[in-house]
């Protein structure tokens, strides 16, 4: 099993840029597909962004499209997220997960099998 730790969160202003790092441990990282989700004060987890094992395939939520890109270096057991041109409503605490899937790449919050404890990003006006 895989322990994941993220990094990277902060106070940003808007139109500002983020990276965000995700650490596996205890596992062989390679052998997942993984996930980044966000959850804001008072709303439910939403997907942000997917990535398969090898990092050929890829996968976002029409509402990062184009601002945020999902990568990884197996070699280092990371995954990042990188997210350009930042909006409030990016305002979240950002989880990162891994699916024992490792083939596939998915959206859905309950197919994933480990998770992160999260990291803090704010977006300011």
Known sequence: QVQLVESGGDVVQAGGSLRLSCVGSGGTFSMYSMGWFRQAPGMGREFVAAITWSGRNTHYADSVTGRFTITRDNAKNTLY?????????????????????????????????????????????
């Open 81 to 125: 997220l990188q997210m350009d041109t930042l909006k409030p409503e990016d305002t979240a605490v950002y989880c990162c997960a891994a699916d024992e899937s490792w083939w596939v790449s998915t959206p859905y919050a309950y197919e994933y099998d480990y998770w992160g404890q999260g990291t803090q990003v704010t977006v300011s006006s």
